[in-house]
């Protein structure tokens, strides 16, 4: 009986050492793209902010933003990005750092929305006996990644190509009618001075 209640003292002690030496320290505030709307092939930037809502500072290890898309195939890909910033990165306690993660999307990838998936993984310093010690990994997943087809950007340009023709065209034609006026009215200043009659002497 002794042995037992030794026994589930010492679980108990464990358990609750573990609870005090994993504690949350942080939260992902915002995430946000670079911008609304990507092509196949093209590359931008996700940028993070994380706020150490703790009396202690923190540290990030690391930062990553996890996609899953599938290719025009069918084909389903995960791919995990990293943030470009030097990790381990400190943040005190009450403040908050923003961060980019690169991204790089395929050439194949297929048209639509994904959500991509932005966890960070901190530790945080405990005074006591001076060390880091693992905390939290929090995570923001409100992202909304929109993949456009490129023909919608081959028209566009294609439009826009088309409207600036038009009004060069219109600007050359306008120019030739003021050309054409302006050398009409020249000739017709010569003509009538030629043709004036001259004073007769007495």
Do not use: C
């Not at 306690?93 to 194949?108: C, D, K």
């Amino acid at each position: 009986m002794n042995r037992k209640l030794v026994l589930m003292a010492l679980v108990l002690s464990l358990a609750s050492t573990s609870m005090i030496q994993i504690g949350k320290a942080t939260v992902i505030t915002t995430a946000s793209l670079n911008k609304d709307t990507y092509l196949g092939g093209q590359t931008g930037y996700i940028s993070a902010t994380i706020y150490n809502d703790k009396s202690e500072k923190i540290r990030v290890t690391e930062l990553s933003a996890t996609i899953d898309y599938y290719y025009t195939d069918g084909t389903v890909y995960i791919q995990k990005f990293f943030t470009s910033a030097a990790m381990p990165d400190e943040i005190a306690a009450g403040q908050s750092e923003t961060y980019q993660i690169p991204i790089s999307l395929p050439t194949n990838i297929a048209i639509g929305y994904t959500n991509p998936r932005v966890e960070a993984h901190t530790e945080i310093w405990r005074p006591q006996d001076d060390r880091w010690i693992s905390s939290d990994h929090p995570t923001y997943d409100n992202l909304e990644l929109y993949v456009e087809t490129p023909y919608k950007q081959m028209y566009e340009t294609s439009q826009q190509t088309n409207e600036n023709l038009a009004n060069t065209m219109n600007l050359l034609s306008i120019t030739t009618v003021v050309f054409a006026a302006a050398s009409g009215f020249l000739l017709f200043l010569v003509f009538t001075r030629k043709t004036r009659p001259t004073a007769q002497s007495q």
